[in-house]
């Protein structure tokens, strides 16, 4: 967002949460962390989710071209190689590097269709499946120690279920994200204090 703030992410997390407890909703937060993720998600991979979610041809021929053309090249002992073209990446702050949360909308795609599949007939799939073809597909890599799946009104044997297919672990509210509580209670001085 132009002119956006890192705090902006925190504030929406704690409005849906607070939200979702003042209706009696059920939500589900998935906190995933990816490794370098904007220097390794593949362009490819977020042409082909524009084109699933239906962004215009026109639109999305422009950008490929935009970022097709790019190359670099090293200097080896002050000598510069052939130029090669980059298949993978986005600068932080580029215009372009807005179409990064994509990436994250084939991972949802991805949980959604293997969880309820899964969950309903009670097969197990392996280690990390999921994100294992997310990576190949995309080209982000997932720090699997920081996955969390967090409840809010949410059954706890339905939770532990879904933990269990999606291989990773319950969190609880509050949680940190980005050096902050998510879900502390925002309205006290207290809770901006400590930061």
Known sequence: MKNGHILDGILTAN???DKAR???KELLMFKVDFKKAYYLVGWGYLDDVKA??????????????????????FLVNCTPTDEFPLERGLRKGDLISSSFFLATEGLHVMMKSMVESNVYIGYRIGDHDCFTCFETIS?????FHKIL??????DDFWLNEV???LRCKIGKIPFVYLGMLIYGNM????????Y
């Open 149 to 154: 799946l967090v409840g809010v009104d949410v």
């Open 163 to 165: 933990t269990s297919v």
């Open 15 to 17: 409005e849906v949460i």
């Open 187 to 194: 309205w006290r001085l207290v809770f901006w204090e400590r």
């Open 52 to 73: 699933k979610i239906m962004f215009p041809t026109l639109w999305r021929k422009w950008i490929k071209e935009c970022i097709s053309m790019t190359t670099t090249f």
């Open 22 to 24: 003042k209706m009696t």
């Open 139 to 143: 080209g982000l890599k997932v720090n």
